[in-house]
């Protein structure tokens, strides 16, 4: 299975900006964007010239590294979101929201998106009282998500629900701690996706 191996510092000092691709250190002055906030390589101080094409690719690169989605499965979730009524790039960030690892993140039950999808691929989280272990798999408006009962131990899920106190869930998403577990009330609107992506640049380089 294809996957980004090297170091998740280096992809947000390419985008210039804090990705949140590793938990508590992201909060910390150890973040590599708090030390060196130019792009990774002997040109990284380097002045580059912001074109209209240069604006849209890094915007969806900058997309694509938050929710850990490579290039094939990124254009196919935008030909799903560009066939749906409504606003396309609304609709692309709409399914990205729902993948089950984005929604075990936004939980509290991982640090991380990463962490989140090593959870699902071990077993760890159920759906409706089944085991998922399909980190893309999207959740439905009335979906229950959970932590496995042999999984609710785990320091590194305790852990979590510690660090990430200071994150606030989702008005699209409710959650119970003592069960650990949530519930999915409806799929995101735009106002609810707290990131700051801007979608119609990703939208203009598609429809090239």
């Not at 959650?175 to 609810?192: M, W």
Request: glycine share 6%; charged share 35%.
């Amino acid at each position: 299975m294809a996957r980004y191996t090297g170091a998740d510092c280096r992809l947000c000092r390419r985008e210039g900006s804090k990705l949140f691709l590793k938990g508590d250190r992201c909060y910390t002055e150890k973040c590599a964007m708090e030390r060196r906030s130019y792009a990774p390589g002997e040109a990284g101080k380097k002045r580059v010239k912001d074109t209209e094409y240069r604006m849209q690719l890094r915007e969806k690169q900058k997309t694509k590294r938050i929710y850990g989605v490579l290039e094939k499965q990124f254009h196919h979730y935008y030909e799903m979101a560009n066939r749906q009524t409504g606003v396309t790039g609304e609709n692309l960030l709409r399914i990205l929201e729902s993948r089950l690892d984005n929604v075990v993140y936004r939980l509290g039950f991982a640090k991380s998106r990463a962490e989140a999808r090593q959870q699902v691929r071990h077993g760890h989280i159920t759906v409706n009282g089944r085991r998922v272990d399909i980190p893309s798999f999207r959740v439905r408006p009335g979906d229950l998500v959970a932590v496995a009962p042999k999984a609710k131990d785990m320091l590194v899920i305790k852990s979590a629900l510690i660090s990430n106190e200071r994150v606030q869930v989702p008005a699209w998403l409710e959650v119970d701690i003592e069960k650990l577990q949530g519930s999915v009330l409806a799929l995101p609107q735009r106002d609810q996706i707290d990131l700051d992506i801007r979608e119609q640049l990703i939208v203009e380089l598609y429809s090239k």
